[in-house]
């Protein structure tokens, strides 16, 4: 019998190509140190590739691994592979989203610790220049400070653990988790964003993504006590790098500790300008067991996707024109964007997702829920939910799954429902498919609309009075936010919801002088 074959396009550990080596039934090649031109030649003959970041598995890649079934990306990051590429060619991508996480953790706790004790500056000032003055390097004590986690999954919920043997007083906020997650570690849960910035340090462990891009900014900094400090091991841009400058400049932050970037590499970066901030050079994944483990989990990977029996954090689903009727692909598509806006539109924990189908598609009922619940868990995992992990992480965190085809009432000759309850609120989406492939949503808590769900926009909900609509586009106006349209919908009680596409970002502020108006009922902001 032939053998399959795996091509390993970057460098891992030793450990990793050791085990495909030992695989009796797996030819392997190290192609690492190949140049690319060389490796787009050899890999067309391969099944499964391994790459890291110094691979792009872009178009020129895909059009060149003829036969490649799978790529496994070793480590937890996908920003250069075109997954919407390699789904359509049937390539399969997977990551190792977890191999990196007690390194993370550490360097997290390092930072923690420099922040409060200036130990690069102490060392730096000892070793480089030869000087030994004690009474500068007067440091905090973690022991009864207020340590803020922001996001608590599986490196926030590992960092509060450790800060609590510190003795540290511990606050999560996670709006996508069951306070639970934290009380039951001894960790305080907040809903409250400002309980975090009343903290004395403050660390962030989530997703990048619309809602967490400068969740730390000029506002947040100047609501938090004088002499905060703040970490960053997680992703650059979380924190606004102009605002944290400034904030360091201004010792409003006194110290800062900082592994991620927005442009990396960092060299030029202001902030290492700055004598009260720690930096690393995104060292989030380097410790020799870190690098261990992602080799051999990518090992382990490809071996199963090559010998086809599983594909282990896959975060695409390859859909085969000839294994569905073509009307299909669209509504899996249209599953996952509603749910995404769903879950932008009523952020908190989910609870329950349902999904209701008419007409013909009903007949794929189930995957269209695979496809709805990646959407909706997307705004809160980011990259950690993928189509083979849903049902899964929906049962782990205790979310009601359920779907019904229901009579086809409604004008339309396919649609679809979802239903979405957090412990804010419910919130149900219908939307259909015009010419073959035009997506829109038809109605929102059964008030009728007719938008494609695209681009930035407001969701604004009001007693049906007169005046509204003008209030809101002066506050638009006001803002300098260009309005490209504005869809309205009325039920029969009184209600009336607006849905308002911006070409402009639509910031925090904005929504809560729009929320202020005083017909609004809610108000909400999403971006597909």
Request: hydrophobic share 40%; aromatic share 6%.
């Amino acid at each position: 019998m032939q053998k399959k074959r795996i091509i390993v396009c970057d460098a891992i550990h030793q450990r990793g190509l050791d085990m495909l080596s030992e695989s009796e039934d797996i030819e392997f090649i190290d192609a690492s140190a190949e140049p690319k031109d060389k490796l787009l030649e050899m890999v067309g003959e391969y099944d499964v590739a391994i790459t890291r970041s110094s691979t792009d598995v872009d178009q020129k890649f895909i059009d060149a691994a003829k036969n490649l079934k799978a790529v496994v990306r070793a480590g937890v990051g996908v920003d250069n592979v075109d997954i919407e590429g390699c789904s359509k060619n049937g390539i399969i991508v997977m990551n190792v989203p977890t191999a990196n996480t007690i390194a993370a953790v550490e360097l997290t706790m390092a930072h923690m610790l420099a922040a409060a004790r200036s130990f690069p500056n102490a060392n730096n000032h000892l070793k480089l220049e030869r000087i030994w003055k004690r009474e500068k390097w007067y440091g905090i004590e973690l022991k009864d400070k207020k340590l803020g986690i922001i996001g608590f999954g599986n490196i926030g919920s590992r960092v509060g653990k450790r800060a609590l043997a510190f003795e540290m007083d511990v606050l999560a906020y996670d709006p996508y988790i069951d306070p639970s997650k934290a009380t039951d570690l001894g960790v305080a849960y907040t809903n409250n964003f400002d309980d975090i910035l009343a903290c004395d340090f403050i660390t962030i462990h989530t997703p990048k993504n619309t809602e967490t891009i400068d969740i730390i900014n000029s506002a947040e900094i100047a609501k938090m006590k004088d002499g905060v400090r703040l970490i960053n091991c997680a992703r650059g841009g979380l924190y606004n790098e102009d605002a944290l400058y400034d904030g360091l400049s201004s010792s409003k932050i006194a110290y800062a500790g900082i592994d991620v970037f927005i442009k990396e590499p960092a060299i030029n970066n202001k902030l290492l300008d700055l004598e009260n901030i720690s930096v690393t050079p995104h060292l989030g994944a380097n410790t020799k067991e870190s690098q261990e483990k992602i080799a051999t989990q990518a090992a382990d990977q490809a071996m199963s996707a090559v010998r086809g029996t599983s594909y282990p954090n896959a975060l695409n689903l390859p859909i085969k024109e000839n294994e569905m009727p073509a009307f299909v692909k669209p509504y899996l598509e249209l599953a996952q964007k509603i749910g995404y806006l769903a879950a932008q539109i009523n952020v908190g924990y989910i609870k329950s997702l349902q999904i209701e189908a008419e007409g013909e598609i009903a007949d794929y009922l189930n995957s269209l829920t695979t496809f709805a619940l990646v959407g909706s868990l997307k705004e809160s995992l980011g990259e950690k939910i993928n189509y083979v992990n849903a049902e899964f992480v929906a049962k782990e965190k205790m979310i009601d799954v359920s779907n019904k085809k229901v009579s086809n009432l409604s004008e339309y000759k396919n649609k679809i429902k979802i239903k979405l309850t957090t412990d804010k609120d419910t919130i149900a989406i219908g939307g259909t498919i015009f010419s073959d492939t035009i997506e829109k949503i038809v109605s929102i808590n059964e008030i009728k609309l007719d938008f494609k769900p695209k681009g930035k926009m407001v969701f604004f909900s009001n007693q049906d009075k007169p005046g509204v609509i003008a209030k809101i586009t002066k506050i638009m106006s006001d803002n300098a936010i260009n309005i490209a349209d504005f869809r309205l919908g009325r039920d029969s009680h009184g209600g009336a919801l607006a849905v308002v596409l911006t070409d402009e970002t639509v910031s925090k502020d904005l929504l809560s002088t729009l929320k202020a108006i005083e017909e609004c009922n809610w108000v909400s902001y999403a971006s597909i």
